[in-house]
C-alpha cells in the first residue's frame, strides 16, 4: 500500500463521499486519475474500485489528497472477450458486494463496462446514492465483442437515461446525439480529458529530425498501419510507437525493416511523458466508421495543443471540426495514404506553417480546453448533486467557461 503523508481528515463532518468504478487498474488511465483527485481536493472522500489485470499494482494505493484506489487483482488479457468476459463478472460481484455495504452518496462508473455493478449498488441501496455515468466513448466500443450489441446497447443507454443522475460525457457533440436518443440534456456535462495549463507549453525547438509519435492501442482502426505505411521514405521522418494492441507484431516488423520506424513497447507514464515532450507531431488517426469514432475527441489530440504540437486527424470527424475551427493541425482522408503522406511532409520541410499551427494550437488550449476549465465543471456538477440533498462539499471551486 503507498500512502503520502498529510491526507486530508475529516474533521468533526461528514465527508460526501463517491465511489468509483474503473475495469483497469486506475495507473495509467489518467481522465479517472484527474478526476478522482480534482473531486477529493476539493473535499469529497474518494474511492476507486479498480481492476488489475496484470498484476502489477498495489492492491491498495493512498493518496496525499485522500484518494484511495482498492484493486481487485485477477489476471486477465485485454481483446479476448472468451477469457476476459468470466472474470469480468468475477470483477462485478466484488464490486457489488463493496457497494451494499459501503455507506457512499454517489456512485461514478467510468464507462459502460462498469454499469452492471453500479446498477446493483443503486438499486439494492434503493436509489440512496446517485449514479454517475462517465461516458468515456459511446457502448458501442465495448458491447461489440458480445452478441445481440445493438440490443445490448439499447438496454445499457435505456437503464442509464432512467437511472442515472447526472452523465459526463467527452464533447459537445455528444449532447444532441444524447438528447436524441432521450436523455435529459439538463444531466449532461461536458468534461474533456484536457491537460492542465500548467503542463502546457510554447513551441520546442525542432531537431533535424521530425518526430511523428503514436502511443495507445495498436490497432488498425487507430491507424498504426497508416501511419507506418506513410512515413516510408520519408526523408528525416521517424515514427515512434508506444502501446501494446494486435498489431504489435507489425509494428517490430515494421521497425526492424525501417530504421526510421522504433517501436518503444509500453511504457510507465513518466517514460510516455518523456516521448511525447520530444515529439513534433501527435496524430490521432481513429478510423471514421463508426459514429463512436466520429464523434470523439481523443485525449491525444487534447495533450498535442497543450504542448504546442499539431496533429493529423480524419476528415468527417469532431476532431477535423476542431482542428479546421482552431486551426491546430491538418485534416487528412483516413483511407489515403497519400494524402497522410503529404500531410506528414508539409508539417516537417514548411516550418512557417508548422509555426503557425503550432501557435494556434496552444492558444485555444489556454482559452478553451485546459483542465482547469473541466475540473470546474466536474466539481459544480457534485455541488449540485450534494445540494439535491441539502448537502455540500468542504469547498467547491468556481465554474469555468462553456465551450
Request: aromatic content about 8%; some cysteine.
Amino acid at each position: 500500500m503507498s500512502k503520502g503523508a498529510g491526507s486530508p481528515q475529516s474533521k468533526g463532518k461528514k465527508r460526501n463521499s463517491i465511489v468509483m468504478l474503473l475495469s483497469n487498474p486506475a495507473t495509467f488511465d489518467q481522465r479517472p486519475l484527474k478526476e478522482a483527485h480534482a473531486l477529493s481536493e476539493a473535499g469529497w472522500s474518494v474511492t476507486i474500485l479498480a481492476w488489475d489485470r496484470e498484476l502489477e499494482a498495489p492492491a491498495v494505493s493512498v493518496f496525499d489528497d485522500g484518494l484511495v484506489i482498492k484493486r481487485f487483482r485477477l489476471r486477465a488479457g485485454h481483446g479476448t472477450p472468451l477469457l476476459t468476459v468470466p472474470r469480468l463478472l468475477l470483477f462485478y460481484a466484488w464490486c457489488s458486494v463493496n457497494l451494499i455495504f459501503k455507506q457512499t452518496d454517489a456512485i461514478h462508473c467510468h464507462d459502460v463496462d462498469t454499469l452492471p455493478p453500479g446498477f446493483v449498488g443503486i438499486l439494492a441501496r434503493r436509489g440512496i446514492p446517485k449514479l454517475v455515468y462517465d461516458m468515456h466513448d459511446l457502448p458501442e466500443a465495448f458491447l461489440r465483442f458480445f452478441p445481440l450489441t445493438r440490443y445490448t446497447q439499447a438496454v445499457f443507454l435505456a437503464s442509464a437515461r432512467r437511472l442515472a443522475s447526472a452523465i459526463i460525457v467527452v464533447n459537445d457533440r455528444f449532447v444532441p446525439y444524447l438528447g436524441d436518443l432521450g436523455f435529459d440534456e439538463t444531466k449532461l456535462v461536458v468534461v474533456m480529458n484536457s491537460p492542465s495549463a500548467e503542463m502546457g507549453r510554447g513551441a520546442k525547438a525542432r531537431g533535424d529530425l521530425f518526430n511523428v509519435l503514436y502511443y495507445g492501442w495498436l490497432g488498425e482502426e487507430r491507424g498504426v498501419k497508416l501511419l507506418t505505411e506513410a512515413v516510408q521514405g520519408l526523408d528525416k521522418v521517424t515514427l515512434s510507437l508506444a502501446g501494446r494492441g494486435e498489431l504489435e507484431g507489425m509494428v517490430r516488423e515494421a521497425a526492424a525493416r525501417n530504421p526510421s520506424i522504433k517501436f518503444l513497447g509500453w511504457l510507465n507514464m513518466r517514460d510516455l511523458e518523456k516521448a511525447i515532450s520530444e515529439a513534433d507531431l501527435i496524430p490521432s488517426l481513429y478510423e471514421p466508421r463508426t459514429k463512436n469514432a466520429m464523434l470523439a475527441t481523443p485525449g491525444k489530440l487534447l495533450t498535442a495543443m497543450s504542448l504546442s504540437v499539431p496533429s493529423l486527424v480524419p476528415k468527417g470527424t469532431y476532431q477535423a471540426e476542431i482542428v479546421e475551427k482552431y486551426r491546430c493541425g491538418m485534416v487528412v482522408d483516413w483511407s489515403d495514404v497519400e494524402d497522410v503522406r503529404r500531410a506528414v511532409t508539409m508539417l516537417a520541410t514548411d516550418a512557417g506553417l508548422y509555426s503557425r499551427l503550432a501557435e494556434s494550437s496552444y492558444a485555444a488550449f489556454q482559452s478553451f480546453f485546459s483542465w482547469e476549465v473541466m475540473r470546474n465543471r466536474l466539481v459544480e456538477m457534485y455541488s449540485r448533486l450534494a445540494g439535491a440533498e441539502n448537502r455540500k462539499p468542504e469547498r467547491v471551486l468556481v465554474s469555468g467557461p462553456k465551450l
